[in-house]
Every structure is written in structure tokens, then in C-alpha cells.
T-cell receptor
Framework: GAGVSQSPSNKVTEKGKDVELRCDPI?????LYWYRQSLGQGLEFLIY????????KSGLPSDRFSAERTGGSVSTLTIQRTQQEDSAVYLC??????????FGSGTRLTVV | DAKTTQPNSMESNEEEPVHLPCNHS???????IHWYRQLPSQGPEYVIH???SNVNNRMASLAIAEDRKSSTLILHRATLRDAAVYYC?????????????FGTGTRLTIIP
């Protein structure tokens, strides 16, 4: 596709359940980022993948959060045992290594 | 990470030029100056970036101080659609340091 695609666009889950968020980056982009944005707040970096290098996981807030990127393309962000404070918009972006980043429209996660 | 400082908010009249300042006094020689903006309920979008020379594109112009410790994003003729949060970000292209770190940005309000 022409842009970064994220699914689902909205997700409501019960506290304690696991969720998976998906990101399809722009074809050929070697870099993939995950951010989250709580209501009225700025963008918080979560994790960064670059080619075949080990990902930069320095932004993951707890060990309940994990992400993988299969075949250098699609990425999945998994949140285990969700908590109410995990409610936010989760944004994915991709780029060539030194190019501008293109963001998806995000997944709005609500934990009830 | 090198940090940037921006005013929290600015207002401008429609159809007038807007100058959005950014201070980055600790910028290093390998840092590029990037600008992104986030319209309401959308993911961020790339605006412009530069290293040392002033840059122009269809969206905006970027004026970079000679010592590179500050820069200004210029919207030549603001429209209501330019109302957004504008982020000034330093991006190091050295391998492994390419991630974007967002600050709080400047919330631009356009007055009709």
C-alpha cells in the first residue's frame, strides 16, 4: 500500500487480557517505530527496528510489552495482562534508514 | 539525546506568515533538524528537515541559524488546516541512533 497501515483502528479490551496490535509498513522501509500517545500527551517512544539489527527496546514501559517484526516487514506489538494505564493511541511509523518517517493512523486502545 | 526547546503555544491570523522557533543549543555536528506536525486526531506527518542550509519545500521553509543552535519553521501563508502541534526534533543519522524523540511541541492556533 501507499502508506503505513495499522489494525485494528480501535480496540476495547478487558483489564487483564492480552492484545496484539499490527503494523504494515511501507514496502521497502527498513526502519519501523512504535510510539504511544495518551490522551492530551506527547508521543512516547516504545521500540525501534532497523533492518536485521537488534531492536532498540529502551522505551518499552514494562515486561508486559513486547514487539516483533517478521521478515523485516509486518510488526506486531503485544501487551500482556493489560492495565487501564495502557489505554492510549498506539502509533507505528516506518522510514528508510535516514529518510522521513511516515506514520500510520494509529490504534486506539481502551482498557476497561 | 540532544534536546529542543519550543514555545508551548502560538497564535497566528489566517493568511499571514507564521514563524515557529526552536532552540537546540546542544546540537551535535551529526544532528539533522526535523520538523513534524500532528493535526487533531491524526498521526504526525513530516514537514521538512535540514542540516546547515535553509530548506524550502511545498509545505514550508526551514531557516537554520549559522551556529545551528536554533532554527525557525516558516509557514508562508497560514490556513485553518495548519492548526496543529508542531514538533522540532534532532535526528542523528549515526547507525543505531536514528530514532525520533518527540518533545512537547508548539500548539499552533490559526485565527480566522
Amino acid at each position: 500500500g501507499a502508506g503505513v497501515s495499522q489494525s485494528p483502528s480501535n480496540k476495547v479490551t478487558e483489564k487483564g487480557k492480552d492484545v496484539e496490535l499490527r503494523c504494515d509498513p511501507i514496502s521497502g522501509h527498513t526502519a519501523l517505530y512504535w510510539y504511544r500517545q495518551s490522551l492530551g500527551q506527547g508521543l512516547e517512544f516504545l521500540i525501534y527496528f532497523q533492518g536485521n539489527s537488534a531492536p532498540d527496546k529502551s522505551g518499552l514501559p514494562s515486561d508486559r510489552f513486547s514487539a516483533e517484526r517478521t521478515g523485516g516487514s509486518v510488526s506486531t506489538l503485544t501487551i500482556q495482562r493489560t492495565q487501564q494505564e495502557d489505554s492510549a493511541v498506539y502509533l507505528c511509523a516506518s522510514s528508510l534508514r535516514t529518510g522521513s518517517c511516515t506514520f500510520g493512523s494509529g490504534t486506539r486502545l481502551t482498557v476497561v | 539525546d540532544a534536546k529542543t526547546t519550543q514555545p508551548n503555544s502560538m497564535e497566528s491570523n489566517e493568511e499571514e506568515p507564521v514563524h515557529l522557533p526552536c532552540n537546540h543549543s546542544t546540537i551535535s555536528g551529526t544532528d539533522y533538524i526535523h520538523w513534524y506536525r500532528q493535526l487533531p486526531s491524526q498521526g504526525p506527518e513530516y514537514v521538512i528537515h535540514g542540516l546547515t542550509s535553509n530548506v524550502n519545500n511545498r509545505m514550508a521553509s526551514l531557516a537554520i541559524a549559522e551556529d545551528r543552535k536554533s532554527s525557525t519553521l516558516i509557514l508562508h501563508r497560514a490556513t485553518l488546516r495548519d492548526a496543529a502541534v508542531y514538533y522540532c526534533i534532532l535526528r542523528d543519522y549515526n547507525f543505531g541512533n536514528e530514532k525520533l524523540t518527540f518533545g512537547t511541541g508548539t500548539r499552533l492556533t490559526i485565527i480566522p
